[in-house]
T-cell receptor
Framework: DTGVSQDPRHKITKRGQNVTFRCDPI?????LYWYRQTLGQGPEFLTY????????KSRLLSDRFSAERPKGSFSTLEIQRTEQGDSAMYLC????????????FGPGTRLLVL | DQQVKQNSPSLSVQEGRISILNCDYT??????FLWYKKYPAEGPTFLIS?????DKNEDGRFTVFLNKSAKHLSLHIVPSQPGDSAVYFC??????????????FGSGTRLLVRP
Protein backbone atom coordinates (compact mmCIF):
# COMPACT_ATOMS: atom_id res chain seq x y z
CA ASP A 1 0.00 0.00 0.00
CA THR A 2 1.53 3.29 -1.05
CA GLY A 3 -1.01 5.61 0.55
CA VAL A 4 -0.42 8.17 3.27
CA SER A 5 0.23 6.53 6.64
CA GLN A 6 0.00 8.01 10.11
CA ASP A 7 1.19 6.76 13.46
CA PRO A 8 -0.19 6.26 16.03
CA ARG A 9 -3.83 5.87 15.05
CA HIS A 10 -4.97 6.66 18.58
CA LYS A 11 -3.37 8.48 21.47
CA ILE A 12 -4.71 9.06 24.97
CA THR A 13 -2.71 11.39 27.15
CA LYS A 14 -3.06 13.43 30.30
CA ARG A 15 -3.26 17.18 30.24
CA GLY A 16 0.17 18.76 30.32
CA GLN A 17 1.96 15.90 28.57
CA ASN A 18 3.74 16.20 25.23
CA VAL A 19 2.70 14.10 22.24
CA THR A 20 4.23 13.54 18.81
CA PHE A 21 2.54 12.24 15.68
CA ARG A 22 4.17 10.97 12.53
CA CYS A 23 3.02 11.14 8.91
CA ASP A 24 4.55 9.29 5.97
CA PRO A 25 3.32 10.81 2.71
CA ILE A 26 2.94 9.06 -0.60
CA UNK A 27 6.37 8.46 -2.07
CA UNK A 28 7.72 11.42 -4.07
CA UNK A 29 4.93 13.75 -3.00
CA UNK A 30 6.56 17.12 -2.42
CA UNK A 31 3.70 18.82 -0.61
CA LEU A 32 2.55 17.79 2.84
CA TYR A 33 -0.31 19.28 4.84
CA TRP A 34 -1.55 18.86 8.40
CA TYR A 35 -5.21 19.40 9.28
CA ARG A 36 -7.21 19.06 12.47
CA GLN A 37 -10.81 17.88 12.66
CA THR A 38 -13.10 18.22 15.64
CA LEU A 39 -16.49 16.60 16.09
CA GLY A 40 -19.13 17.88 13.71
CA GLN A 41 -16.69 20.03 11.75
CA GLY A 42 -14.71 19.69 8.58
CA PRO A 43 -10.92 19.45 8.67
CA GLU A 44 -9.12 22.74 9.37
CA PHE A 45 -5.73 23.60 7.91
CA LEU A 46 -2.80 23.70 10.32
CA THR A 47 0.40 23.85 8.31
CA TYR A 48 2.01 23.17 4.91
CA UNK A 49 5.41 21.89 3.78
CA UNK A 50 6.98 22.05 0.36
CA UNK A 51 9.72 19.43 0.62
CA UNK A 52 11.48 20.21 3.92
CA UNK A 53 10.42 23.86 4.11
CA UNK A 54 7.46 24.81 6.30
CA UNK A 55 5.90 27.56 4.22
CA UNK A 56 2.57 28.30 5.84
CA LYS A 57 1.14 28.04 9.35
CA SER A 58 -2.41 28.65 10.44
CA ARG A 59 -3.34 30.90 13.34
CA LEU A 60 -4.70 27.68 14.87
CA LEU A 61 -1.12 26.52 15.32
CA SER A 62 -0.28 27.97 18.72
CA ASP A 63 3.23 28.15 20.16
CA ARG A 64 2.67 24.74 21.74
CA PHE A 65 2.52 23.14 18.30
CA SER A 66 5.57 22.45 16.16
CA ALA A 67 5.92 20.54 12.94
CA GLU A 68 8.94 19.35 11.04
CA ARG A 69 9.68 17.56 7.82
CA PRO A 70 13.38 16.69 7.86
CA LYS A 71 14.80 15.71 4.48
CA GLY A 72 11.44 16.34 2.86
CA SER A 73 10.12 12.86 3.58
CA PHE A 74 8.08 12.03 6.68
CA SER A 75 6.73 14.75 8.94
CA THR A 76 6.15 15.02 12.68
CA LEU A 77 3.66 17.16 14.57
CA GLU A 78 4.40 17.76 18.24
CA ILE A 79 2.03 19.24 20.78
CA GLN A 80 3.61 20.39 24.03
CA ARG A 81 1.73 20.79 27.31
CA THR A 82 -1.45 19.32 25.87
CA GLU A 83 -4.81 20.80 26.80
CA GLN A 84 -8.26 19.22 26.67
CA GLY A 85 -9.09 21.48 23.75
CA ASP A 86 -6.40 19.73 21.71
CA SER A 87 -8.56 16.60 21.57
CA ALA A 88 -9.28 16.06 17.88
CA MET A 89 -8.43 13.99 14.83
CA TYR A 90 -5.13 15.09 13.30
CA LEU A 91 -4.99 14.44 9.58
CA CYS A 92 -2.05 14.47 7.22
CA UNK A 93 -2.36 14.86 3.45
CA UNK A 94 0.11 14.89 0.60
CA UNK A 95 0.12 15.88 -3.05
CA UNK A 96 2.69 15.62 -5.84
CA UNK A 97 3.54 19.32 -6.02
CA UNK A 98 2.48 20.18 -9.56
CA UNK A 99 0.10 23.07 -9.45
CA UNK A 100 -3.50 22.67 -8.49
CA UNK A 101 -4.01 19.05 -7.50
CA UNK A 102 -5.74 16.55 -5.30
CA UNK A 103 -4.59 16.03 -1.73
CA UNK A 104 -4.62 12.47 -0.46
CA PHE A 105 -5.30 11.95 3.21
CA GLY A 106 -4.01 9.48 5.73
CA PRO A 107 -6.22 7.66 8.25
CA GLY A 108 -5.58 10.25 10.93
CA THR A 109 -4.43 10.18 14.56
CA ARG A 110 -7.20 10.55 17.09
CA LEU A 111 -5.98 12.38 20.20
CA LEU A 112 -7.83 12.37 23.49
CA VAL A 113 -6.51 14.60 26.26
CA LEU A 114 -7.84 13.72 29.70
CA ASP B 1 -16.26 33.51 8.90
CA GLN B 2 -17.08 30.22 7.22
CA GLN B 3 -15.94 30.42 3.61
CA VAL B 4 -17.37 27.03 2.61
CA LYS B 5 -20.80 26.03 3.82
CA GLN B 6 -22.76 22.83 3.67
CA ASN B 7 -26.13 23.82 5.03
CA SER B 8 -27.66 20.35 5.17
CA PRO B 9 -26.15 18.33 8.00
CA SER B 10 -27.90 15.17 6.84
CA LEU B 11 -29.67 13.63 3.86
CA SER B 12 -31.61 10.38 3.57
CA VAL B 13 -32.23 8.81 0.17
CA GLN B 14 -33.74 5.56 -1.06
CA GLU B 15 -31.38 3.12 -2.77
CA GLY B 16 -31.40 3.60 -6.55
CA ARG B 17 -32.52 7.23 -6.36
CA ILE B 18 -30.43 10.34 -6.86
CA SER B 19 -28.53 11.95 -3.98
CA ILE B 20 -27.83 15.67 -4.30
CA LEU B 21 -25.40 17.27 -1.89
CA ASN B 22 -24.98 21.03 -1.93
CA CYS B 23 -22.17 23.40 -1.06
CA ASP B 24 -21.87 27.20 -1.09
CA TYR B 25 -18.74 29.32 -0.90
CA THR B 26 -18.05 32.98 -0.37
CA UNK B 27 -14.47 33.50 -1.52
CA UNK B 28 -14.38 34.37 -5.22
CA UNK B 29 -10.66 33.52 -5.31
CA UNK B 30 -11.41 29.80 -4.96
CA UNK B 31 -10.67 28.10 -8.26
CA UNK B 32 -10.56 24.39 -7.47
CA PHE B 33 -13.21 22.40 -5.69
CA LEU B 34 -13.19 18.86 -4.37
CA TRP B 35 -15.55 16.39 -2.75
CA TYR B 36 -14.32 13.92 -0.18
CA LYS B 37 -16.13 11.02 1.45
CA LYS B 38 -15.40 10.05 5.03
CA TYR B 39 -16.23 6.98 7.08
CA PRO B 40 -15.93 7.06 10.87
CA ALA B 41 -12.39 6.68 12.20
CA GLU B 42 -10.89 7.02 8.70
CA GLY B 43 -9.35 9.86 6.76
CA PRO B 44 -11.24 11.60 3.95
CA THR B 45 -11.20 9.77 0.62
CA PHE B 46 -11.09 11.82 -2.56
CA LEU B 47 -14.14 11.45 -4.80
CA ILE B 48 -14.17 14.04 -7.56
CA SER B 49 -12.95 17.54 -8.31
CA UNK B 50 -13.69 20.43 -10.61
CA UNK B 51 -11.72 23.41 -11.80
CA UNK B 52 -13.37 26.81 -12.01
CA UNK B 53 -12.94 26.81 -15.78
CA UNK B 54 -15.51 24.03 -16.01
CA ASP B 55 -19.12 23.81 -14.93
CA LYS B 56 -19.45 20.03 -14.84
CA ASN B 57 -17.27 17.01 -14.20
CA GLU B 58 -18.43 13.42 -14.28
CA ASP B 59 -16.88 10.21 -12.99
CA GLY B 60 -19.06 7.14 -13.09
CA ARG B 61 -21.99 7.59 -10.74
CA PHE B 62 -20.63 10.89 -9.45
CA THR B 63 -21.13 14.28 -11.13
CA VAL B 64 -20.12 17.65 -9.74
CA PHE B 65 -21.75 20.85 -11.00
CA LEU B 66 -20.26 24.30 -10.46
CA ASN B 67 -22.23 27.55 -10.71
CA LYS B 68 -19.65 30.30 -10.33
CA SER B 69 -22.08 33.17 -10.47
CA ALA B 70 -24.03 31.69 -7.57
CA LYS B 71 -20.87 30.45 -5.81
CA HIS B 72 -22.53 27.08 -5.53
CA LEU B 73 -21.56 23.52 -6.29
CA SER B 74 -23.37 20.26 -5.98
CA LEU B 75 -22.53 16.57 -6.03
CA HIS B 76 -24.96 14.19 -7.69
CA ILE B 77 -24.79 10.46 -7.02
CA VAL B 78 -26.84 8.32 -9.38
CA PRO B 79 -27.91 5.69 -8.59
CA SER B 80 -27.32 5.86 -4.85
CA GLN B 81 -26.13 2.67 -3.14
CA PRO B 82 -26.12 1.72 0.56
CA GLY B 83 -22.29 1.73 0.46
CA ASP B 84 -22.45 5.45 -0.33
CA SER B 85 -23.63 6.10 3.24
CA ALA B 86 -20.93 8.32 4.76
CA VAL B 87 -20.15 11.95 5.53
CA TYR B 88 -19.41 14.02 2.45
CA PHE B 89 -17.19 17.09 2.62
CA CYS B 90 -16.95 19.86 0.10
CA UNK B 91 -13.57 21.59 -0.07
CA UNK B 92 -12.20 24.58 -1.96
CA UNK B 93 -8.77 25.95 -2.65
CA UNK B 94 -6.91 28.76 -4.33
CA UNK B 95 -3.21 29.35 -4.84
CA UNK B 96 -1.77 30.83 -1.70
CA UNK B 97 1.65 32.09 -0.82
CA UNK B 98 4.50 29.72 -1.63
CA UNK B 99 2.22 27.56 -3.77
CA UNK B 100 0.12 26.46 -0.84
CA UNK B 101 -3.14 25.02 -2.04
CA UNK B 102 -4.58 24.46 1.39
CA UNK B 103 -8.13 23.17 1.43
CA UNK B 104 -10.99 24.97 3.13
CA PHE B 105 -13.66 22.46 4.10
CA GLY B 106 -17.37 22.67 4.75
CA SER B 107 -18.83 21.06 7.85
CA GLY B 108 -20.04 17.99 5.99
CA THR B 109 -23.33 16.31 5.07
CA ARG B 110 -24.15 12.87 6.42
CA LEU B 111 -25.73 10.78 3.65
CA LEU B 112 -27.80 7.74 4.50
CA VAL B 113 -28.87 5.52 1.62
CA ARG B 114 -31.74 3.29 2.71
CA PRO B 115 -31.99 -0.20 1.16
Amino acid sequence: DTGVSQDPRHKITKRGQNVTFRCDPISEHNRLYWYRQTLGQGPEFLTYFQNEAQLEKSRLLSDRFSAERPKGSFSTLEIQRTEQGDSAMYLCASSPGQGRETQYFGPGTRLLVL
Amino acid sequence: DQQVKQNSPSLSVQEGRISILNCDYTNSMFDYFLWYKKYPAEGPTFLISISSIKDKNEDGRFTVFLNKSAKHLSLHIVPSQPGDSAVYFCAASSRGMDSSYKLIFGSGTRLLVRP
